[in-house]
């Protein structure tokens, strides 16, 4: 059992404690949130590869590749290699949340 606080402004607190008073099972609501949040990760990551397959096809090269080497100096800093470093990382952290989540 799970008891937590919730520190939302009073308009939220209403509309969220509307939707409570009508949940019959609260197992499966909290399951709900759960899968939502792990479909919307899931949604990220695709769009995530999807960006970063043009940027490899652009530099020939994996992105664990252009990371290290970017990551080392080897690369500058073209905004281009910014961005492309940039959507890497957001695609690791979602991955991350996901394997916790699953």
Not at 21 to 37: G, P
Not at 57 to 75: A, N, V, W, Y
Request: with cysteine.
């Amino acid at each position: 059992m799970i008891d937590f606080h919730l520190s939302v402004q009073p308009q939220t607190e209403k509309r969220l404690r509307k939707i409570l008073s009508q949940v019959q099972d609260t197992e499966i609501f909290a399951r709900t949130i759960i899968s939502y949040q792990i479909s919307e990760l899931q949604k990220g990551v695709l769009n995530l590869r999807l960006d970063l397959k043009e940027f490899e096809q652009k530099h020939q090269m994996t992105s664990e590749d252009f990371q290290e080497r970017f990551s080392q100096g080897i690369l500058g800093d073209d905004a281009d290699f910014m961005v492309w470093s940039g959507l890497y990382e957001m695609l690791c952290h979602n991955q991350m949340q996901l394997s916790e989540l699953r």
